[in-house]
């Protein structure tokens, strides 16, 4: 059977589901269609009664169970735990219990059932078994168990620098087990029971996958076909049919045995009516039927904790398939076992005849090549024409009876590079042999006729770049690197076009689109006027890649500066320019620093070394931060509002080499600025705008009371940077103008969640790329951007649907609105609809689980992950200017055609499969792109956080840089990205190093501290101790609310308009509050009385955690050696205390004191962090306020945690802005230089 297509519940909760379930494309929610659903019900053991005319039927069935079910037996591993009255799974808490029956409510995941009274013992067997088997018979289960709330999506948020690698998770043996009833009514689980626990089933273990699959898929089927009775009365089966190709005539013969038996059931009786159902029995044999006895429910499971009750949740089992573009289509061929959708016409291959008349045309030029190779081993005979400069440089040569031509693209033999050996060149070639396996590619530029070499410009083929197997066969790519090679290396000439965009590629012929450059992992569009230009040019001057070195040199070397004033005089030695910056006296700069922020001065002199061509040294005054002041009250200071910009001169003055000098930055007196507005302006402008207010005697704490004020009279500032500035800001606002007018309106946030992706884009571009659509899936997040931004035209359905009918409706078809998932009522806008061509951007945060290298739920073929598929169609559909796309960095890892090698590893496929072909995609597309790790700490969030970020812009447009650091950050080794080729180059594109960023690290004090405090209400004071009674009094007494945390209340806080502690302290306080709030949303999740007791004994001391509770207090977990705790090690973190000066940890989707983000606990109040606290760990503002349909705290976690953080991408609007401004620059006309530049030889 074709495989099954994913959910979007598996996609963003996929643990919620049985993986391995076929679930179909029709199933629906159908809550208000039959009322509330009915809990799962325990099945009692049930006889068979088979028709006369049916035992045939049966016994070819059974016949078939036996052959696709080989025997298999559970052996149980060392260590197992054995079920019990006193077991409580990882993180549970003593009231997660059905109200009713007083049943517990677990996960059993990676499981298998068995018969314990089986010949030979602990025999695999069906669920069926289970239903069917004599009272004498026992079976057991066993697997991991989980909290029937924790998710796979943790696991992916938390792929980041923070993690620790962990044992797996504890194996538990459940006993005498007996089945639910099945409900084919309403998307639910499979559970079982015991007598101390009830468990929902949840990816069996993969032995035990097919003996599952005999028992779900044709009661899966049945009921997607009993749903879409009751959603949909008119379909018919062959429309339910077109929707689902992957069921077989065979599939829905199995599955018509649990229809009948479903439709017994009195609710149901009328569906037999429905058109499905009605042609469904007409086109089955009516022997073909199996009465079974189905009791009554007699178990009401109460499921307001589960994901199930929740309709964030619970909107994404509606079953989606991956709908794809046929290009996409095409180049996914053969990567996915999911059959996809294609939404247009059929994809086009090649015919196999086609393909072998390729591979042959292509052994026989290889071959040509590698015997021309060995002739020339020896000296070839060579001559030269069209010489120059002396007879040295020439244009053309005849090697070995050749004509090679400045210009021509050649094959040269491959030699040895880095630690990879050069390749033996093979007598018998093996069938896949390639060129690019022996040879490499290169453009020649000239020939030195002196030393028999030629110097050549290398191009790379697609297989030997990170593209690798999923690169066009033909395909090359420019490189800016050079070289001279022997002559007699050359060993045969290349036929290569260059094809224009959207034209069809040649057939037997290479071809160049792009450069490709490994130094910072980028693809861009060639300058073919620049290429021309400098061609054109006589050797050696007609070598690009040698101009652009040669200019990269000159810019990194000193040169001094000569300016012209305001009035037209040219000032000689003005300054000096190093390394594409200009320094000029009374400039500030930043210089090295050690640990921490880079370190400030501002320039008075330049003094020359004595030695010819040696670097000048800068003599300078020190600067500090009012932020660095430790121990001075500088909270009311006046002109104080950013403290970290806030800057102050002293009397110190010192000396430091230029190769010490980073960058200029911008600084003027606080009274320059006519009012809070007009400085607010000048920081949000540039991480390197700074403010001074005073002069110290030194840069110590101790001389803060002997300060003066410095006036904007009385700071020089350099006149030159200062007229650049003044330019600048002035083109900067015929830009803006001018981008308005574009007429590109349009920008899409796919699977947006709260929209603050391309909100906080928005405010870094300022207003270049301004969301005007969102997609997204749950309910709960969506309403949160719209509530956030009304003008936002919001979907609240599946990105595959919502593609499925803009692709439709586009082409004319009569197709079907969708409904806003929020309410199942409202059709989706249809108004200002998305439009090819109007499309300026697309930002997608992909769900980022299924890539997670600590994801205990991974698979090698992880359906979820095909949610790429649907993102490339997206922009292949619209062709956007740009792309933005986030993840984690487990999608670097992300393999394609994995195996599963282990319970929770995967190994082998296509290395970087969904990265390579996100590339190959993006070029056949004609986009430009890079990535790069980001950490989210490097620009002002603070938090531990590293993330994945893809850029992408169409040929035409300018490609934005990666984001250099704005902060220090204390992590800083976990950013390189390993390439798959060569000798596997471990790239950094971005720069870590400390003591180089304009800006400290925002610690978690300066993010909440302005917060109100407030400690959680001890629920049992008869039992507190006296430390404790002490310590609650002390907290009285200083005026710290304590608050009642009711487990049966929604939260635990303070929300509305409640104020805040004090002013804003830091610059990250006071932009977090520069709009008002209409909802501060300053609460917690209510706990159960335990934990909160136990969260109120742990110590209030930076890192304090489980291991300080009293003995009282501690959990089976925390001292077991079998629990995961004990294979941990007793690893700290549970009910973890987080530290003022420190940072979050990575900010997750389930924010619990016993979950796997377990440090959780206010750094100073005796609770655990707020929403609003988790906000600020994300960057969120305070104006920016959260929605649950639900009114549950754990949604607005899960918002949060989601969520791309806001200062990362403001810093990647503000490349956008830099890039495009740039760009527009460029072809604005210029009228003159302002600068002249002296060789530094000049300056003695």
């Not at 799962?40 to 049930?46: A, D, F, G, N």
């Not at 880079?598 to 010819?612: M, T």
């Not at 402008?685 to 410095?710: A, D, G, H, K």
Request: net charge neutral; with cysteine; aromatic share 10%.
């Amino acid at each position: 059977m074709p495989p099954p297509r994913p959910t979007a519940w598996e996609v963003s909760f996929p643990d919620e589901v049985v993986q391995e379930a076929p679930p179909s494309s029709n199933s629906v929610r159908i809550s208000q269609a039959t009322g509330n659903s009915h809990a799962p019900s325990s099945l009692k053991r049930k006889s068979v009664v088979v028709d006369g005319d049916g035992v045939f039927r049966e016994q070819q069935r059974s016949a078939k169970r036996s052959a696709r079910l080989p025997a298999a037996q559970y052996r149980l591993p060392s260590g197992i735990i054995q079920e019990t009255a006193q077991y409580k799974a990882p993180g549970e808490e003593e009231a997660e219990l059905d109200s009713e029956r007083g049943t517990t409510i677990r996960v059993l995941y990676n499981f298998c059932v068995f018969e314990t009274t089986s010949t030979p013992r602990n025999e695999f067997v069906s669920l069926d078994a289970l239903e069917t088997a004599e009272s004498d018979r026992r079976f057991a289960a066993a697997g991991v168990v989980l909290l029937n709330d924790e998710d796979e999506e943790d696991y992916g948020q938390e792929d980041g620098a923070d993690d620790v690698e962990e044992n797996e998770r504890e194996q538990v043996l459940l006993s005498d087990i007996s089945l639910c009833a099945f409900d084919y009514a309403n998307d639910l689980p499979i559970f079982i029971e015991t007598k101390f626990a009830t468990y929902e089933l949840r990816g069996p273990s993969t032995r035990y996958q097919p003996f599952y699959k005999d028992f779900s898929d044709p009661r899966y089927l049945a009921r997607s076909v009993i749903m879409t009775a009751l959603a949909r009365p008119r379909e018919s089966l062959k429309e339910f049919r077109k929707a689902s190709p992957q069921f077989t005539n065979e599939d829905l013969q199995e599955s018509i045995t649990y229809i009948r038996e479903a439709l017994e059931e009195r609710d149901k009786a009328n569906l037999s009516s429905r058109a499905i159902l009605k042609e469904l029995f007409s086109s089955i044999p009516a022997f073909d039927r199996r009465h079974r006895t189905r009791p009554c429910g007699r178990m009401n499971l109460n499921l307001q904790r589960s994901p199930l009750a929740s309709r964030d949740l619970a909107v994404l089992k509606a079953e989606t398939q991956t709908h794809v573009t046929p290009m996409v289509a095409q180049l996914a061929r053969g990567y996915f076992e999911e059959t996809l959708q294609v939404l247009g016409a059929k994809p086009i291959f090649p015919t196999q005849s086609e393909i072998e008349t390729q591979r042959a045309s292509a052994l026989r030029f290889l071959k040509q090549c590698i015997a021309r190779a060995r002739q020339q081993e020896k000296r070839p005979q060579v001559s030269f024409a069209r010489v120059h400069r002396g007879d040295n440089y020439a244009e053309e040569a005849t090697i070995g009876g050749v004509v090679y031509k400045t210009g021509d693209f050649v094959c040269v033999r491959k030699g040895t590079y880095g630690n990879v050996p050069a390749p033996v060149l093979p007598v018998d070639l093996p069938p896949e042999a390639q060129l690019a396996d022996y040879f490499w590619f290169a453009r020649i530029i000239y020939f030195h006729i002196d030393s028999q070499h030629v110097h050549l410009q290398w191009l790379e083929h697609g297989s030997q770049i990170i593209l690798q197997e999923m690169a066009h066969p033909q395909e090359l790519f420019i490189t800016m690197l050079c070289e001279d090679q022997p002559i007699r290396f050359i060993s045969g000439k290349l036929s290569v076009v260059f094809p224009e965009q959207g034209k069809q590629l040649p057939k037997e012929k290479y071809f160049v689109r792009q450069v490709y450059n490994e130094h910072d992992i980028s693809c861009t569009a060639m300058n073919e006027t620049e290429m021309n230009r400098t061609f054109a040019q006589s050797p050696p001057n007609n070598c690009l890649p040698c101009n652009r070195t040669d200019a990269h040199n000159l810019n990194a070397d000193w040169t001094i500066l000569s300016e012209h004033a305001e009035d037209g005089e040219n000032i000689p030695n003005a300054g000096v320019a190093y390394r594409s910056h200009r320094y000029h006296q009374h400039d500030f700069f930043l210089y090295n620093g050690d640990n921490g922020a880079a370190q400030i001065g501002y320039l008075e002199r330049f003094r020359a070394s004595k030695r010819r061509m040696a670097l000048p040294k800068v003599r300078f005054t020190r600067v500090g931060r009012i932020g660095d002041l430790k121990g001075v009250d500088v909270g009311e200071l006046t002109g104080n509002e950013y403290p970290e910009r806030h800057v102050f001169l002293t009397d110190e003055t010192a000396e430091v080499a230029l190769i010490e000098m980073i960058r200029p930055i911008h600084v003027y007196s606080r009274d320059f600025f006519e009012d809070e507005a007009e400085l607010k302006r000048w920081v949000n402008y540039s991480p390197y705008n700074f403010y001074c207010t005073y002069r110290l005697p030194s840069i110590s704490t101790e001389s803060w009371p002997q300060r003066v004020s410095v006036s904007d009279d009385k700071l020089y500032i350099c006149r030159f940077c200062t007229s650049a500035l003044y330019e600048e800001t002035d083109l900067e606002e015929a830009f803006d103008a001018a981008e308005h007018m574009e007429g590109e309106t349009q920008c899409l946030d796919l699977f947006g969640g709260t929209g603050a992706f391309s909100h906080a884009f928005a405010e870094g571009s300022r207003g270049l790329l301004k969301p005007t659509h969102l997609i997204e899936i749950s309910p709960s997040a969506a309403r949160t951007a719209q509530k956030n931004s009304p003008n936002l035209i919001t979907y609240c359905q599946d990105a595959n649907i919502v593609l499925r009918y803009l692709v439709k409706s586009k082409a004319g078809h009569d197709v079907e609105v969708p409904l806003q998932l929020w309410d199942d009522k409202t059709p989706i806008p249809t108004g200002d609809h998305l439009e090819p061509g109007k499309v300026r951007a697309i930002f997608a945060g992909l769900p980022c689980q299924s890539h997670s290298g600590l994801n205990m739920f991974r698979k090698a073929e992880d359906r979820k992950s095909n949610l790429i598929l649907t993102a490339v169609s997206y922009v292949d559909f619209f062709r956007p200017s740009f792309f933005f796309l986030e993840n984690v960095p487990g999608f670097l890892k992300y393999n394609l055609l994995a195996q599963q090698a282990s319970r929770y590893r995967t190994e082998g496929g296509i290395e970087m499969g969904g990265l390579k072909l996100l590339l190959r995609a993006l070029i056949d597309m004609g986009y430009q792109w890079r990535f790069s790790l980001l950490q989210a700490g490097n620009y002002g969030s603070p938090q531990n956080r590293v993330r994945f970020f893809l850029v992408a812009a169409k040929i035409g447009r300018p490609l934005p840089k990666m984001p250099q650091p704005t902060h220090d950050f204390e992590i800083t080794n976990h950013l390189r990205v390993q390439l798959p080729y060569n000798h596997k180059p471990r790239i950094a594109p971005i720069r870590t190093s400390r003591g180089r960023a304009p800006h400290a690290s925002v610690s978690i004090q300066d993010a909440i501290g302005d917060l109100k405090v407030f400690d959680w209400k001890h629920p049992d004071k008869k039992n507190t101790s006296t430390d404790l009674k002490k310590l609650i009094n002390e907290r009285k007494r200083a005026d710290i609310a304590a608050l009642e945390c009711d487990y049966k209340s929604a939260h635990c806080g303070f929300e509305g308009d409640a104020g805040y502690g004090h002013k804003p302290w830091t610059s990250f306080q006071r932009q977090a509050r520069e709009r008002a709030t209409q909802d501060i949303q300053h609460y917690t999740r209510c706990l159960l009385p335990k934990t909160v007791e136990r969260v109120l004994n742990i110590p209030i001391r930076a890192g304090a955690d489980f291991r300080d509770l009293p003995p009282h207090l501690t959990e089976w977990q925390f001292f077991n050696p079998l629990s995961a705790v004990g294979r941990n090690k007793f690893r700290g973190g549970l009910y973890g205390r987080l530290d003022a000066d420190g940072y979050f940890p990575t900010t997750v989707t389930n924010m619990h004191p016993t979950a796997k983000q377990s440090r959780v606990l206010h750094p100073t109040c005796m609770r655990m962090v707020t929403v609003r606290e988790l906000a600020r760990s994300q960057g969120f503002p305070d104006w920016f306020c959260f929605v649950s349909v639900n009114d549950n705290v754990v949604t607005l976690h899960r918002q949060i945690g989601n969520a791309v953080p806001w200062q990362v991408s403001q810093a990647l609007g503000r490349e956008l802005r830099a890039v495009m401004f740039e760009e527009w620059k460029q072809k604005r006309p210029v009228s003159g230089e302002d600068v002249v530049m002296r060789d530094a030889r000049d300056a003695d």
